[in-house]
């Protein structure tokens, strides 16, 4: 095994995840205790949770950066936490509903809105963290920049309203999915745990075909997110495959296609 990963097997990974067992690294505990004495730590989680963390890490030595690195000039930095986050994960973890305002591209405050927040993301391309919440009103499911909340309370909800509300939900992301299966080309196998760390924050399953030892990752994503997934594709580059999913198929084929006419190769494709 290679001393600088933690684990290449896919599937003792897997079933590492299914018992409920999580590994890292000394480093990765170090670094985690240092970010623990950051001053955000205390509003980014909760006491009990926090307690538990600098418990489990006691033993373990933070991560000494002033050995290792010195801070130059740099750009401004956007800080990862969102003071609305303790406040939205709240009404997300206890099924409250929400009113709020945004800020509209004039800069004036929108009307209040309700709704009922599903999920927070975080967009690791633009480094925001993003609310999907589900408006009552045009019964819908919507996504908004957290730093475009002016305002945000709580709202009681009632157990059949909520109920309902999360059906709609689920039809409606159901309706959005797409599907697409990318294969590994056998002789970068040994790069596997690279590949599926690409699509970590997707859902998918991962098949193995020992008589051709090809692993094929079928892939569930948003249809928002295919340019995302592209992203990752071109990334990997012959490592992977598209063999299913028919706009995924073309976007790579056009882009191989246009990558060759800036060479020279092949005249370029019509818009």
């Known amino acids: 095994m290679n001393p600088f990963e933690k684990i290449f097997n896919y599937r003792v990974l897997s079933r590492l995840g299914e018992s409920g067992a999580f590994l890292s690294t000394a480093h990765e505990r170090a670094w985690l205790k240092l970010m623990l004495d950051h001053p955000s730590s205390a509003t980014a989680f909760s006491g009990p949770t926090l307690e538990k963390l600098r418990t489990l890490l006691y033993q373990d030595e933070a991560l000494p950066l002033h050995d290792h690195l010195i801070h130059k000039a740099a750009s401004r930095e956007r800080q990862v936490f969102h003071p609305l986050l303790k406040t939205l994960r709240h009404c997300i973890q206890h099924k409250h ?72 939900i689920r039809g409606l992301l159901e309706s959005r999915k797409q599907r697409a299966v990318i294969e590994v080309q056998p002789e970068y196998n040994r790069e596997l745990s690279r590949i599926l760390y690409a699509f970590s924050c997707f859902e998918k399953e991962v098949h193995y075909d020992e008589l051709s030892g090809i692993y094929s990752v079928a892939l569930t994503y948003l249809g928002n997110e295919g340019e995302y997934v592209l992203s990752k594709l071109r990334f990997l580059g012959k490592r992977v495959r598209v063999t299913e999913g028919a706009v995924l198929k073309k976007r790579m084929r056009d882009s191989a296609m246009k990558a060759l006419a800036q060479y020279g190769a092949l005249e370029p494709p019509a818009e």
């Open 97 to 168: 509903g929400v009113r709020l305002t945004f800020i509209l591209k004039d800069g004036m405050i929108s009307p209040k809105q309700s709704g009922l927040p599903y999920r927070l993301e975080y967009s690791m391309v633009k480094r925001e963290w993003y609310l999907l919440w589900y408006n009552w009103k045009r019964r819908d499911l919507l996504s908004v920049r957290l730093s475009k909340i002016a305002s945000v309370s709580e709202v009681p909800v009632q157990e059949e309203a909520y109920a309902s509300a999360l059906a709609d």
